[in-house]
């Protein structure tokens, strides 16, 4: 019992709830439709009997005069008149005649105990209905029957009406073995829609649970960053507080202190506002990329790399074409390229290399630099959200661990790949590849979306 109410206060409950409802109420509906369009068809061709003698008189005459042996030599006189008429019936079928009174001639019938049969006033000719009759070994039977007055060319004394009976006891059940199968086939399917209801409420979950849970640790690691710069500010403030003697000059260091650690928290929400817009998915802007972007872009990276006192390489051997989002690529590279410039000593050397060597024309980029590197271990999660190698030096370097998974999004984005390793004889090399299958894919996704 604990652990069905367990079951029902789990997050898959309300999915799997909503399932089984959209399951029953499919197989419900098919099962209903059936079983009406089955019941509807089922007197059809019995009916259709049943009218056809209605509608001639002398058929359904001949084919009960044949029993009866008061009125045989009528037969005859009928006969001659029937040549293209077929009166016989089935041998679940009876004829039964009527006088003016409505009483029920004697028939050797094989079906009916006629003794007590009489036509009852009330009726309504030419209307057919269902009925419950005892036949001769006392049984009770169930069938369809009409009755009508009769119209012969050449009328016989003492018939007035006759009633057609067909027997519909067999009919009706093999129709109720027929709907008890589709009864048990539907709630056998209805039974294995629980167990994909199931399945289906967990999958459903899956995705939401992902998100739940990168948003809590998003949050988590986001308030834990703030921590720090708002201690210092409240530090700082603090301090300015007990001495209110003091000049600005005085305290220009705690006010300079204050000021960087406002620009680092402008900086962590600025880039927390880019990683929840990139969360929602990116769609790059296809356009024809040559080599001189890359020149200009390197050129502006190199002025950077002198600020910083840094040794800055770049080999621009593409020469060709490729079709990317400029300005995606471009802050992929820049993600990049600040990555190795802050993780890199003074005078040490950071490098990019462009380069195709692919006979598909796989454009390749390299961003390297001579730092302290990466180690094995660390690799495969360089590329988490907050995820800090050198937690010391990330502090110094003011980082938040945030560069690198817009630089994993913007590659999934682009649909390339990237790989980290190590450089010789220190360092790291973030190596990207653009293929020209993924500008393929990207071609025609955008066909798609102006068509839509």
């Not at 058929?59 to 009125?71: F, M």
């Not at 003794?115 to 209307?127: C, E, G, P, R, T």
Request: aromatic share 8%; proline share 2%; net charge neutral.
């Amino acid at each position: 019992m604990n652990k069905v109410k367990e079951k029902a206060k789990s997050a898959n409950f309300p999915y799997f709830i909503r399932y089984v409802t959209v399951f029953t109420l499919i197989f419900g509906t098919m099962t209903v439709l059936i079983l009406q369009i089955m019941r509807s068809g089922i007197y059809s061709s019995v009916d259709g009997t049943l009218r056809n003698y209605s509608q001639n008189s002398e058929a359904t005459v001949l084919a009960a005069l044949r029993s009866l042996k008061s009125y045989t030599d009528n037969i005859a006189g009928i006969e001659k008149d029937l040549k293209n008429i077929e009166a016989p019936l089935s041998a679940n079928s009876e004829v039964l005649l009527f006088n003016e009174d409505g009483e029920a001639l004697s028939t050797n019938s094989h079906l009916l105990d006629t003794n007590n049969i009489q036509l009852d006033a009330k009726k309504k000719f030419y209307q057919i209905r269902q009925v419950e009759m005892r036949t001769t070994f006392g049984k009770k039977e169930r069938f369809r029957e009409i009755c009508f007055p009769l119209e012969l060319a050449q009328p016989i004394d003492g018939i007035a009406y006759a009633a057609v009976l067909i027997n519909t006891s067999q009919i009706e059940s093999t129709n109720q073995r027929n709907e008890n199968t589709v009864i048990m086939v539907m709630l056998i399917f209805w039974s294995i829609s629980l167990l994909a209801s199931y399945y289906l409420a967990k999958l459903t979950m899956v995705p939401l649970l992902d998100s739940v849970q990168r948003q809590k640790a998003f949050i988590e690691n986001a308030s834990h960053e703030l921590r720090t710069p708002l201690a210092v500010l409240q530090n700082r403030l603090e301090g300015l507080f007990r001495k209110p003697q003091a000049t600005i000059l005085e305290e220009s260091e705690s006010v300079a202190a204050s000021l960087e650690e406002v620009r680092n928290m402008r900086k962590l929400i600025a880039n927390l506002l880019s990683m929840a817009r990139r969360d929602d998915g990116i769609d790059p802007v296809l356009e024809t990329i040559d080599a001189q972007f890359f020149e200009d872009t390197l050129e502006n990276f190199e002025l950077v790399a002198e600020e910083n006192g840094k040794q800055f390489t770049y080999i621009n051997e593409f020469q060709g074409q490729i079709q990317s989002d400029k300005s995606l690529l471009k802050q992929l590279l820049t993600i990049l390229f600040d990555n190795a410039i802050k993780y890199t000593e003074d005078e040490g050397q950071v490098g990019i290399h462009l380069f195709s060597q692919d006979r598909n024309g796989d454009l390749r980029i390299q961003v390297w630099d001579d730092g302290i590197g990466i180690p094995d271990a660390e690799k495969a999660r360089v590329f988490d959200r907050f995820y800090q190698v050198d937690k010391a030096r990330t502090r110094q370097s003011t980082g938040f661990g945030l560069g690198l998974a817009l630089a994993k999004q913007i590659i999934s984005a682009l649909n390339a790949s990237i790989q980290v390793k190590d450089n010789s004889p220190k360092g790291t090399i973030f190596e990207i590849v653009l293929s020209k299958e993924s500008k393929k894919r990207y071609r025609n996704r955008n066909r798609k979306n102006a068509s839509s």
